[in-house]
C-alpha cells in the first residue's frame, strides 16, 4: 500500500514551500521507481518527479527548477519538496511506487491523492 505521510496537502502561498512525503509498506514488489504525478483543474494527470532506487531523478519541465524528490529506500519513503510555489501548481498530487522488467516499468500502486492549493 502506498500511503502519504507527513504533509499531507493543504494551503501555501505563492513562493512558499510544501513537502509531501510516500510510504509503500507491505509491498509483494521490490520497488525501482517512486513518483509523483499530479492532475490540475482541467488537465491530464502529468509528472512532477520520479526518483528511481539508485537515485536517478527526473522532473516535469515546469518544476525541475523548484521541486525536489529524494527517498529512504531503508523505509520505503519519497519526498517531494516543492519551493517556490505557484497557482499552477495546484493539483491533487499523486505518489505512484513502481517496478522495473526489461525495458518496461510497471505501475504497482497508487498513493492517496492530496490536495495542494496554493493561493493568495
Known amino acids: 500500500e502506498v500511503q502519504a505521510a507527513g504533509v499531507w496537502g493543504g494551503l501555501v502561498q505563492p513562493g512558499g514551500s510544501l513537502r509531501l512525503s510516500c510510504v509503500v509498506s507491505g509491498s509483494k514488489f521490490v520497488i525501482n521507481d517512486m513518483s509523483w504525478y499530479r492532475r490540475a483543474p482541467g488537465k491530464q494527470r502529468e509528472l512532477v518527479a520520479t526518483?528511481?532506487?539508485?537515485?536517478?531523478?527526473n522532473y516535469g519541465d515546469s518544476v525541475k527548477d523548484r521541486f525536489s524528490i529524494s527517498r529512504d529506500n531503508a523505509k520505503n519513503t519519497a519526498y517531494l519538496q516543492m519551493n517556490s510555489l505557484k497557482p499552477e501548481d495546484t493539483a491533487v498530487y499523486y505518489c505512484n511506487a513502481a517496478t522495473h522488467g526489461g525495458t518496461m516499468t510497471y505501475s504497482r500502486y497508487w498513493g492517496q491523492g492530496t490536495l495542494v492549493t496554493v493561493s493568495s
Open positions: 526518483i528511481t532506487s539508485g537515485g536517478f531523478t
